[in-house]
Protein backbone atom coordinates (compact mmCIF):
# COMPACT_ATOMS: atom_id res chain seq x y z
CA UNK A 1 0.00 0.00 0.00
CA UNK A 2 3.19 2.70 -0.53
CA UNK A 3 0.57 4.57 -2.30
CA UNK A 4 -1.81 4.80 -0.72
CA UNK A 5 -1.33 7.81 1.25
CA UNK A 6 -0.83 9.59 -1.41
CA UNK A 7 -3.46 8.46 -3.93
CA UNK A 8 -5.94 9.75 -0.41
CA UNK A 9 -4.00 13.18 -0.41
CA UNK A 10 -4.80 13.64 -3.77
CA UNK A 11 -8.42 13.13 -3.25
CA UNK A 12 -8.94 15.44 -0.53
CA UNK A 13 -6.87 17.93 -2.73
CA UNK A 14 -9.19 17.40 -5.90
CA UNK A 15 -12.35 16.38 -4.18
CA UNK A 16 -11.73 20.53 -2.25
CA UNK A 17 -10.36 22.30 -5.46
CA UNK A 18 -12.01 20.68 -8.38
CA UNK A 19 -15.74 20.79 -8.82
CA UNK A 20 -16.84 17.18 -10.45
CA UNK A 21 -17.50 17.30 -14.25
CA UNK A 22 -21.18 15.77 -13.16
CA UNK A 23 -21.88 18.87 -11.09
CA UNK A 24 -20.29 21.39 -13.43
CA UNK A 25 -22.66 20.37 -16.25
CA UNK A 26 -25.87 20.99 -13.77
CA UNK A 27 -24.46 24.32 -13.07
CA UNK A 28 -23.98 25.34 -16.84
CA UNK A 29 -27.25 23.82 -17.73
CA UNK A 30 -28.63 26.08 -14.90
CA UNK A 31 -27.05 29.24 -16.06
CA UNK A 32 -27.99 29.19 -19.63
CA UNK A 33 -31.37 29.16 -17.85
CA UNK A 34 -31.28 32.50 -16.06
CA UNK A 35 -31.94 35.75 -17.82
CA UNK A 36 -29.19 38.27 -18.08
CA UNK A 37 -28.98 40.99 -15.87
CA UNK A 38 -30.96 39.73 -12.84
CA UNK A 39 -28.97 39.36 -9.67
CA UNK A 40 -29.43 35.28 -10.21
CA UNK A 41 -27.26 35.63 -13.27
CA UNK A 42 -25.11 37.56 -11.65
CA UNK A 43 -24.68 35.14 -9.28
CA UNK A 44 -23.99 32.27 -10.94
CA UNK A 45 -21.60 34.26 -12.99
CA UNK A 46 -19.73 35.09 -10.33
CA UNK A 47 -19.62 31.27 -9.27
CA UNK A 48 -18.50 29.97 -12.44
CA UNK A 49 -15.95 32.36 -12.42
CA UNK A 50 -15.55 31.05 -8.97
CA UNK A 51 -15.08 27.21 -9.95
CA UNK A 52 -12.57 28.39 -12.50
CA UNK A 53 -10.52 30.22 -10.56
CA UNK A 54 -10.20 27.34 -7.60
CA UNK A 55 -9.43 25.20 -11.02
CA UNK A 56 -6.62 27.55 -12.01
CA UNK A 57 -5.56 28.25 -8.28
CA UNK A 58 -5.67 24.59 -6.99
CA UNK A 59 -7.09 26.14 -4.05
CA UNK A 60 -10.60 25.31 -2.32
CA UNK A 61 -13.50 26.52 -4.19
CA UNK A 62 -15.42 27.47 -0.95
CA UNK A 63 -13.60 27.97 2.07
CA UNK A 64 -15.95 25.50 4.20
CA UNK A 65 -14.37 22.36 3.51
CA UNK A 66 -16.74 20.80 5.81
CA UNK A 67 -16.02 17.56 8.00
CA UNK A 68 -14.64 15.35 5.57
CA UNK A 69 -16.29 12.21 4.92
CA UNK A 70 -14.70 9.09 3.72
CA UNK A 71 -16.46 6.49 2.62
CA UNK A 72 -14.46 3.05 1.54
CA UNK A 73 -15.01 -0.26 0.08
CA UNK A 74 -12.23 -2.27 0.86
CA UNK A 75 -11.26 -6.61 -0.30
CA UNK A 76 -11.97 -8.90 2.69
CA UNK A 77 -8.40 -8.55 4.33
CA UNK A 78 -7.22 -5.33 3.87
CA UNK A 79 -5.85 -2.84 6.33
CA UNK A 80 -8.29 -0.49 7.68
CA UNK A 81 -6.54 0.46 10.57
CA UNK A 82 -3.62 1.40 8.43
CA UNK A 83 -6.09 3.14 6.07
CA UNK A 84 -7.12 5.25 8.92
CA UNK A 85 -3.88 6.17 9.96
CA UNK A 86 -2.69 7.30 6.39
CA UNK A 87 -6.01 9.57 5.71
CA UNK A 88 -5.64 11.06 8.70
CA UNK A 89 -2.02 11.99 7.88
CA UNK A 90 -3.63 13.37 4.35
CA UNK A 91 -6.09 15.25 6.07
CA UNK A 92 -3.53 17.07 8.43
CA UNK A 93 -1.32 17.29 5.47
CA UNK A 94 -3.98 18.50 3.36
CA UNK A 95 -4.38 21.25 6.00
CA UNK A 96 -1.01 22.60 6.18
CA UNK A 97 -1.09 22.79 2.81
CA UNK A 98 -4.42 25.44 2.52
CA UNK A 99 -6.60 23.28 0.69
CA UNK A 100 -8.76 22.04 3.84
CA UNK A 101 -9.14 24.65 6.44
CA UNK A 102 -9.16 23.73 9.85
CA UNK A 103 -12.37 23.17 10.53
CA UNK A 104 -12.27 20.39 13.70
CA UNK A 105 -13.62 22.21 16.48
CA UNK A 106 -14.15 20.79 20.58
CA UNK A 107 -17.66 20.86 21.61
CA UNK A 108 -17.44 22.01 25.15
CA UNK A 109 -14.20 24.85 24.95
CA UNK A 110 -14.33 25.85 21.34
CA UNK A 111 -10.33 25.02 20.90
CA UNK A 112 -9.57 24.08 17.04
CA UNK A 113 -7.10 21.65 16.76
CA UNK A 114 -5.55 22.90 13.94
CA UNK A 115 -4.81 20.12 11.60
CA UNK A 116 -8.94 19.54 10.92
CA UNK A 117 -8.09 16.08 13.50
CA UNK A 118 -9.85 15.19 16.64
CA UNK A 119 -12.80 13.17 18.09
CA UNK A 120 -15.27 12.44 15.43
CA UNK A 121 -12.85 14.09 12.44
CA UNK A 122 -13.06 12.92 9.90
CA UNK A 123 -15.77 10.39 9.43
CA UNK A 124 -14.18 7.32 7.74
CA UNK A 125 -16.56 4.54 7.03
CA UNK A 126 -15.70 1.34 5.72
CA UNK A 127 -17.74 -1.37 3.56
CA UNK A 128 -16.18 -4.91 2.83
CA UNK A 129 -17.37 -6.35 -0.82
CA UNK A 130 -16.17 -9.23 -3.09
CA UNK A 131 -14.55 -7.42 -5.81
CA UNK A 132 -10.62 -7.21 -5.93
CA UNK A 133 -10.25 -3.17 -6.07
CA UNK A 134 -10.82 -0.41 -3.81
CA UNK A 135 -13.46 2.16 -4.37
CA UNK A 136 -12.72 5.17 -2.03
CA UNK A 137 -15.02 8.43 -1.81
CA UNK A 138 -15.03 11.61 -0.63
CA UNK A 139 -17.02 14.38 -0.04
CA UNK A 140 -16.97 17.79 2.11
CA UNK A 141 -20.23 19.58 2.57
CA UNK A 142 -20.27 22.53 3.94
CA UNK A 143 -21.85 23.53 7.25
CA UNK A 144 -24.15 26.15 5.86
CA UNK A 145 -25.83 23.41 4.09
CA UNK A 146 -25.88 20.89 6.60
CA UNK A 147 -27.79 22.89 8.47
CA UNK A 148 -30.31 23.36 6.04
CA UNK A 149 -31.04 19.01 6.10
CA UNK A 150 -34.44 18.52 7.73
CA UNK A 151 -36.37 15.61 8.64
CA UNK A 152 -39.83 14.99 8.68
CA UNK A 153 -41.71 12.22 10.97
CA UNK A 154 -44.89 11.58 8.95
CA UNK A 155 -47.79 12.31 9.21
CA UNK A 156 -47.36 15.83 9.47
CA UNK A 157 -48.84 19.32 9.28
CA UNK A 158 -46.90 21.29 6.57
CA UNK A 159 -46.78 25.08 6.49
CA UNK A 160 -48.25 25.59 2.61
CA UNK A 161 -48.54 22.24 1.88
CA UNK A 162 -51.41 20.75 5.14
CA UNK A 163 -51.14 17.42 5.97
CA UNK A 164 -48.36 15.44 5.01
CA UNK A 165 -49.90 11.41 5.56
CA UNK A 166 -47.84 8.32 5.55
CA UNK A 167 -47.53 7.62 1.57
CA UNK A 168 -45.90 8.67 -1.53
CA UNK A 169 -47.97 12.21 -1.87
CA UNK A 170 -47.06 12.95 1.77
CA UNK A 171 -43.13 11.70 0.84
CA UNK A 172 -43.80 14.05 -1.92
CA UNK A 173 -44.86 17.08 0.22
CA UNK A 174 -42.23 17.06 2.96
CA UNK A 175 -39.47 17.05 -0.37
CA UNK A 176 -41.00 19.98 -1.65
CA UNK A 177 -41.31 21.83 1.82
CA UNK A 178 -37.50 21.21 2.13
CA UNK A 179 -37.05 22.93 -0.52
CA UNK A 180 -38.81 25.83 0.53
CA UNK A 181 -37.34 25.92 4.27
CA UNK A 182 -33.61 25.84 2.89
CA UNK A 183 -34.11 29.20 1.19
CA UNK A 184 -30.79 30.49 0.08
CA UNK A 185 -29.40 29.77 3.04
CA UNK A 186 -27.52 27.00 2.08
CA UNK A 187 -26.00 28.92 -1.32
CA UNK A 188 -28.64 27.57 -3.55
CA UNK A 189 -29.12 26.57 -6.32
CA UNK A 190 -28.65 22.63 -4.31
CA UNK A 191 -28.69 19.14 -4.15
CA UNK A 192 -30.84 16.98 -1.82
CA UNK A 193 -30.61 13.64 -0.91
CA UNK A 194 -33.33 12.15 0.30
CA UNK A 195 -33.64 8.72 2.71
CA UNK A 196 -37.31 7.66 3.30
CA UNK A 197 -37.50 5.03 5.93
CA UNK A 198 -35.21 3.73 8.23
CA UNK A 199 -34.63 5.63 11.70
CA UNK A 200 -33.68 8.89 12.36
CA UNK A 201 -29.76 7.77 12.00
CA UNK A 202 -30.14 5.44 9.14
CA UNK A 203 -32.98 7.63 7.61
CA UNK A 204 -29.81 10.39 7.26
CA UNK A 205 -27.31 7.98 6.47
CA UNK A 206 -29.40 7.09 3.52
CA UNK A 207 -30.16 10.66 2.42
CA UNK A 208 -26.33 11.44 2.58
CA UNK A 209 -25.70 8.13 0.53
CA UNK A 210 -27.55 9.54 -2.45
CA UNK A 211 -25.12 11.99 -2.26
CA UNK A 212 -23.07 10.04 -4.07
CA UNK A 213 -24.75 8.96 -6.66
CA UNK A 214 -23.93 11.09 -10.35
CA UNK A 215 -26.43 13.60 -10.87
CA UNK A 216 -27.04 12.28 -14.04
CA UNK A 217 -28.15 8.72 -13.10
CA UNK A 218 -31.42 7.35 -13.12
CA UNK A 219 -33.17 5.95 -10.25
CA UNK A 220 -33.97 2.12 -11.27
CA UNK A 221 -36.96 2.17 -8.19
CA UNK A 222 -40.02 3.31 -10.50
CA UNK A 223 -41.71 5.73 -8.11
CA UNK A 224 -38.97 7.00 -7.01
CA UNK A 225 -37.78 8.16 -10.44
CA UNK A 226 -41.07 9.83 -10.83
CA UNK A 227 -40.35 11.38 -7.92
CA UNK A 228 -37.20 12.43 -8.27
CA UNK A 229 -38.14 13.94 -12.04
CA UNK A 230 -41.15 15.73 -9.93
CA UNK A 231 -39.34 17.48 -7.38
CA UNK A 232 -36.96 18.58 -9.84
CA UNK A 233 -39.01 19.86 -12.15
CA UNK A 234 -41.16 21.46 -9.44
CA UNK A 235 -38.85 22.90 -6.82
CA UNK A 236 -37.58 24.91 -9.65
CA UNK A 237 -40.73 27.19 -9.72
CA UNK A 238 -40.55 27.98 -6.05
CA UNK A 239 -38.51 31.21 -7.53
CA UNK A 240 -35.97 31.00 -5.00
CA UNK A 241 -33.22 31.07 -6.57
CA UNK A 242 -29.64 31.49 -6.61
CA UNK A 243 -28.70 32.71 -3.28
CA UNK A 244 -32.30 32.96 -2.40
CA UNK A 245 -32.10 35.95 -5.05
CA UNK A 246 -35.26 34.76 -6.67
CA UNK A 247 -35.62 33.61 -10.17
CA UNK A 248 -35.41 30.04 -12.41
CA UNK A 249 -32.32 27.74 -10.72
CA UNK A 250 -33.45 26.57 -7.00
CA UNK A 251 -32.60 22.75 -7.20
CA UNK A 252 -30.22 21.33 -9.83
CA UNK A 253 -30.52 17.96 -8.47
CA UNK A 254 -32.34 15.67 -6.37
CA UNK A 255 -31.61 11.73 -5.49
CA UNK A 256 -34.09 9.49 -3.57
CA UNK A 257 -33.42 6.26 -1.90
CA UNK A 258 -35.87 4.22 0.13
CA UNK A 259 -35.47 1.46 3.34
CA UNK A 260 -37.57 -0.28 5.26
CA UNK A 261 -39.18 1.49 8.78
CA UNK A 262 -40.36 -0.15 11.44
CA UNK A 263 -44.55 0.20 11.72
CA UNK A 264 -44.06 3.34 14.47
CA UNK A 265 -41.66 5.52 12.21
CA UNK A 266 -42.07 7.04 8.67
CA UNK A 267 -39.39 9.38 8.09
CA UNK A 268 -38.35 11.27 5.25
CA UNK A 269 -35.03 12.48 5.93
CA UNK A 270 -33.01 15.35 3.46
CA UNK A 271 -29.80 16.14 2.98
CA UNK A 272 -28.86 19.23 1.03
CA UNK A 273 -25.85 20.15 -0.61
CA UNK A 274 -24.95 23.35 -1.42
CA UNK A 275 -23.98 24.08 -5.44
CA UNK A 276 -20.05 23.50 -4.22
CA UNK A 277 -21.09 20.49 -4.14
CA UNK A 278 -17.78 18.91 -3.39
CA UNK A 279 -17.70 14.72 -3.81
CA UNK A 280 -14.92 12.54 -5.90
CA UNK A 281 -13.56 9.05 -5.63
CA UNK A 282 -11.30 6.81 -6.72
CA UNK A 283 -10.97 3.20 -7.74
CA UNK A 284 -7.47 1.97 -6.12
CA UNK A 285 -5.03 -0.82 -6.49
CA UNK A 286 -5.50 -2.57 -3.62
CA UNK A 287 -2.08 -4.03 -3.60
CA UNK A 288 -0.20 -0.64 -4.09
CA UNK A 289 -3.22 2.00 -3.06
CA UNK A 290 -2.20 3.61 -6.55
CA UNK A 291 -5.15 5.63 -8.26
CA UNK A 292 -6.64 3.06 -10.97
CA UNK A 293 -9.91 5.11 -12.02
CA UNK A 294 -11.17 8.26 -11.22
CA UNK A 295 -15.25 8.50 -10.48
CA UNK A 296 -17.66 11.51 -11.54
CA UNK A 297 -14.88 12.88 -13.90
CA UNK A 298 -15.82 11.32 -17.13
CA UNK A 299 -17.51 12.79 -19.89
CA UNK A 300 -17.08 16.55 -21.74
CA UNK A 301 -14.83 19.19 -20.09
CA UNK A 302 -17.19 21.75 -19.02
CA UNK A 303 -14.11 24.92 -18.13
CA UNK A 304 -16.01 27.90 -17.35
CA UNK A 305 -13.40 30.59 -19.44
CA UNK A 306 -12.41 34.00 -18.27
CA UNK A 307 -14.70 35.34 -20.33
CA UNK A 308 -17.52 34.20 -16.65
CA UNK A 309 -15.36 37.57 -15.27
CA UNK A 310 -16.50 40.13 -17.81
CA UNK A 311 -20.21 38.82 -18.08
CA UNK A 312 -20.63 38.91 -13.95
CA UNK A 313 -18.51 42.44 -14.58
CA UNK A 314 -21.19 43.60 -17.83
CA UNK A 315 -24.10 42.28 -15.59
CA UNK A 316 -23.22 44.39 -12.52
CA UNK A 317 -23.31 47.46 -14.88
CA UNK A 318 -27.12 47.36 -15.14
CA UNK A 319 -27.79 48.04 -11.88
CA UNK A 320 -27.43 50.83 -9.77
CA UNK A 321 -23.79 50.56 -8.38
CA UNK A 322 -21.86 52.31 -5.25
CA UNK A 323 -18.51 52.97 -3.90
CA UNK A 324 -18.28 52.27 -0.29
CA UNK A 325 -15.32 52.94 1.93
CA UNK A 326 -14.89 52.50 5.49
CA UNK A 327 -15.97 54.90 7.92
CA UNK A 328 -19.34 55.25 6.44
CA UNK A 329 -21.62 57.74 7.50
CA UNK A 330 -25.16 56.97 8.30
CA UNK A 331 -26.49 59.40 5.69
CA UNK A 332 -24.49 56.97 2.75
CA UNK A 333 -25.69 54.24 4.51
CA UNK A 334 -29.51 55.67 4.57
CA UNK A 335 -28.75 56.23 0.63
CA UNK A 336 -28.85 52.67 0.09
CA UNK A 337 -31.93 50.19 -0.94
CA UNK A 338 -32.46 46.59 -1.65
CA UNK A 339 -31.17 45.55 -5.19
CA UNK A 340 -27.95 48.41 -5.16
CA UNK A 341 -24.55 46.56 -5.81
CA UNK A 342 -21.77 48.07 -3.86
CA UNK A 343 -18.39 48.05 -4.48
CA UNK A 344 -16.47 47.71 -1.07
CA UNK A 345 -12.90 49.51 -1.04
CA UNK A 346 -10.70 49.71 1.77
CA UNK A 347 -10.90 47.75 5.75
CA UNK A 348 -13.57 45.01 6.52
CA UNK A 349 -13.34 43.40 9.86
CA UNK A 350 -14.27 39.54 9.84
CA UNK A 351 -16.45 38.10 12.96
CA UNK A 352 -18.64 34.81 12.69
CA UNK A 353 -19.99 33.04 15.14
CA UNK A 354 -17.44 32.96 18.32
CA UNK A 355 -17.31 36.65 17.90
CA UNK A 356 -20.56 37.77 17.86
CA UNK A 357 -21.01 36.31 21.18
CA UNK A 358 -17.86 37.67 22.38
CA UNK A 359 -18.73 41.24 21.53
CA UNK A 360 -22.17 40.72 23.17
CA UNK A 361 -20.49 40.35 26.76
CA UNK A 362 -16.79 42.41 26.08
CA UNK A 363 -15.54 45.47 24.27
CA UNK A 364 -14.15 45.13 20.79
CA UNK A 365 -10.30 44.76 20.24
CA UNK A 366 -10.90 47.60 17.47
CA UNK A 367 -12.82 50.63 16.66
CA UNK A 368 -16.05 49.71 14.90
CA UNK A 369 -17.55 52.93 14.20
CA UNK A 370 -18.58 53.21 10.84
CA UNK A 371 -16.84 50.10 9.73
CA UNK A 372 -17.95 46.91 8.07
CA UNK A 373 -18.06 43.64 9.48
CA UNK A 374 -17.70 40.32 7.25
CA UNK A 375 -19.28 37.04 8.53
CA UNK A 376 -16.47 34.92 7.36
CA UNK A 377 -14.16 32.41 8.15
CA UNK A 378 -11.47 32.38 5.97
CA UNK A 379 -8.84 30.08 5.26
CA UNK A 380 -5.34 31.61 5.85
CA UNK A 381 -1.80 30.87 5.39
CA UNK A 382 1.35 31.78 7.18
CA UNK A 383 4.55 32.44 5.55
CA UNK A 384 7.88 32.24 6.60
CA UNK A 385 7.90 36.01 7.77
CA UNK A 386 4.90 35.41 9.42
CA UNK A 387 2.81 36.92 7.64
CA UNK A 388 -0.60 35.73 7.09
CA UNK A 389 -2.45 35.25 3.74
CA UNK A 390 -5.89 34.56 2.60
CA UNK A 391 -6.49 31.30 0.55
CA UNK A 392 -10.11 31.03 0.79
CA UNK A 393 -12.67 33.77 2.15
CA UNK A 394 -16.26 33.38 0.55
CA UNK A 395 -19.42 34.40 3.27
CA UNK A 396 -20.84 32.39 5.97
CA UNK A 397 -24.72 32.27 6.72
CA UNK A 398 -26.03 35.26 8.76
CA UNK A 399 -29.06 34.13 9.98
CA UNK A 400 -26.74 32.57 12.91
CA UNK A 401 -25.41 36.33 14.25
CA UNK A 402 -29.69 37.08 14.30
CA UNK A 403 -29.85 37.05 18.35
CA UNK A 404 -26.59 39.10 18.74
CA UNK A 405 -25.90 41.54 15.42
CA UNK A 406 -28.99 44.30 15.86
CA UNK A 407 -27.63 44.98 19.63
CA UNK A 408 -23.74 44.57 17.98
CA UNK A 409 -24.28 47.27 15.53
CA UNK A 410 -26.18 49.99 17.62
CA UNK A 411 -23.08 49.54 20.39
CA UNK A 412 -20.23 49.51 18.15
CA UNK A 413 -21.64 51.83 15.41
CA UNK A 414 -21.03 48.98 13.06
CA UNK A 415 -22.73 50.47 9.47
CA UNK A 416 -22.82 47.36 7.22
CA UNK A 417 -22.76 43.71 7.97
CA UNK A 418 -21.40 41.06 5.07
CA UNK A 419 -22.93 37.53 4.68
CA UNK A 420 -24.90 35.28 3.08
CA UNK A 421 -29.05 33.80 3.28
CA UNK A 422 -29.94 37.25 5.00
CA UNK A 423 -31.04 38.42 8.47
CA UNK A 424 -34.36 38.38 10.55
CA UNK A 425 -36.83 40.84 11.60
CA UNK A 426 -34.79 41.68 14.67
CA UNK A 427 -31.69 42.66 12.52
CA UNK A 428 -33.99 44.40 9.84
CA UNK A 429 -35.53 46.70 12.46
CA UNK A 430 -31.82 47.39 14.25
CA UNK A 431 -30.70 48.45 10.30
CA UNK A 432 -33.89 50.96 10.32
CA UNK A 433 -33.32 52.60 13.77
CA UNK A 434 -29.81 52.48 13.54
CA UNK A 435 -28.72 53.21 9.72
CA UNK A 436 -27.35 50.09 8.83
CA UNK A 437 -27.62 47.78 5.57
CA UNK A 438 -26.91 44.04 5.37
CA UNK A 439 -24.98 43.39 2.19
CA UNK A 440 -24.99 39.59 0.39
CA UNK A 441 -22.36 38.21 -1.13
CA UNK A 442 -22.06 35.25 -3.33
CA UNK A 443 -21.63 32.15 -0.77
CA UNK A 444 -19.39 29.62 -1.81
CA UNK A 445 -17.33 32.01 -4.23
CA UNK A 446 -14.52 31.56 -2.28
CA UNK A 447 -12.00 32.43 -4.86
CA UNK A 448 -13.35 35.32 -6.23
CA UNK A 449 -13.66 37.12 -2.68
CA UNK A 450 -9.93 36.13 -1.62
CA UNK A 451 -8.63 37.70 -4.91
CA UNK A 452 -10.80 41.34 -3.47
CA UNK A 453 -8.83 41.02 -0.85
CA UNK A 454 -5.30 42.87 -0.93
CA UNK A 455 -3.64 41.75 2.54
CA UNK A 456 -4.35 41.13 6.16
CA UNK A 457 -3.57 43.76 7.68
CA UNK A 458 -3.42 42.29 11.76
CA UNK A 459 -5.89 39.86 13.39
CA UNK A 460 -7.40 39.88 16.63
CA UNK A 461 -8.84 37.09 19.01
CA UNK A 462 -7.01 34.18 17.66
CA UNK A 463 -7.76 32.29 20.80
CA UNK A 464 -10.98 31.21 18.71
CA UNK A 465 -8.49 29.61 16.09
CA UNK A 466 -8.83 30.60 12.17
CA UNK A 467 -11.94 30.72 11.01
CA UNK A 468 -13.72 32.40 13.91
CA UNK A 469 -10.84 34.97 14.63
CA UNK A 470 -11.17 38.39 13.90
CA UNK A 471 -9.11 39.21 10.93
CA UNK A 472 -8.52 42.75 9.32
CA UNK A 473 -8.35 42.92 5.86
CA UNK A 474 -7.97 45.33 3.05
CA UNK A 475 -9.88 44.99 0.00
CA UNK A 476 -10.50 46.76 -3.19
CA UNK A 477 -13.57 45.81 -5.51
CA UNK A 478 -15.08 43.41 -3.05
CA UNK A 479 -18.50 43.51 -4.57
CA UNK A 480 -21.67 42.52 -2.89
CA UNK A 481 -25.88 43.27 -3.17
CA UNK A 482 -27.96 44.85 -0.70
CA UNK A 483 -30.40 42.92 0.19
CA UNK A 484 -31.73 44.51 3.61
CA UNK A 485 -31.87 48.31 3.69
CA UNK A 486 -32.50 50.98 6.70
CA UNK A 487 -36.00 51.58 5.18
CA UNK A 488 -37.35 48.18 6.33
CA UNK A 489 -36.84 46.30 3.02
CA UNK A 490 -35.68 42.98 2.67
CA UNK A 491 -35.52 41.35 0.21
CA UNK A 492 -35.17 38.20 2.09
CA UNK A 493 -38.30 38.22 3.21
CA UNK A 494 -40.01 38.88 0.10
CA UNK A 495 -38.86 35.65 -1.64
CA UNK A 496 -39.76 33.60 1.73
CA UNK A 497 -43.53 35.34 1.09
CA UNK A 498 -42.96 34.78 -2.72
CA UNK A 499 -41.83 31.43 -2.42
CA UNK A 500 -44.44 30.11 0.18
CA UNK A 501 -47.22 31.22 -1.76
CA UNK A 502 -45.87 29.37 -4.71
CA UNK A 503 -45.46 26.02 -2.55
CA UNK A 504 -48.81 26.04 -1.77
CA UNK A 505 -49.69 25.66 -5.52
CA UNK A 506 -48.43 21.93 -4.54
CA UNK A 507 -50.66 21.36 -1.95
CA UNK A 508 -53.16 19.45 -3.90
CA UNK A 509 -52.73 15.22 -4.05
CA UNK A 510 -50.21 14.32 -7.33
CA UNK A 511 -49.25 10.57 -6.67
CA UNK A 512 -52.30 8.68 -5.25
O1 LIG B 1 -18.32 28.00 7.62
C1 LIG B 1 -18.36 28.68 6.59
O2 LIG B 1 -17.41 29.36 6.21
C2 LIG B 1 -19.59 28.73 5.75
C3 LIG B 1 -20.64 27.72 6.00
O3 LIG B 1 -20.49 26.62 5.20
C4 LIG B 1 -21.97 28.30 5.69
O4 LIG B 1 -22.53 28.00 4.62
O5 LIG B 1 -22.49 29.04 6.51
S1 LIG C 1 -20.58 28.66 2.25
FE1 LIG C 1 -22.13 27.88 0.90
S2 LIG C 1 -20.96 26.86 -0.70
FE2 LIG C 1 -19.65 27.03 1.10
S3 LIG C 1 -19.99 25.16 2.25
FE3 LIG C 1 -21.35 26.74 3.10
S4 LIG C 1 -23.24 26.28 2.02
FE4 LIG C 1 -21.62 25.35 0.81
Request: proline share 3%.
Amino acid sequence: MENFYESMYKLIVETSTNLPKDVRRAIAAAKLKESAGTRSAMSLATITNNIKMADDNISPICQDTGLPTFKLKVPVGANQIKMIEEIKRAISQATKDGKLRPNSVDSITGDNSGDNLGEGTPVIKFEQWEKDYIDARLILKGGGCENKNIQYSLPCELEGLGRAGRDLDGIRKCIMHSVYQAQGQGCSAGFIGVGIGGDRTSGYELAKEQLFRRVDDVNEHEDLKKLEEYVLEHANELGIGTMGFGGETTLLGCKIGVINRIPASFFVSVAYNCWAYRRLGVYLNPETGAINEWLYQDGDEIDFGQDEVAAAEEQTKQTREVVLEAPISEEQIRSLKVGDVVRINGMMYTGRDAIHKYLSENDSPVDLNGQIIYHCGPVMMKDKDGQYHVKAAGPTTSIREEPYQGDIMKRFGIRAVIGKGGMGPKTLQALQEHGGVYLNAIGGAAQYYADCIKSVEGVDLMQFGIPEAMWHLKVEGFTAVVTMDAHGNSLHADVDKSSLEKLSKFKDPVFK
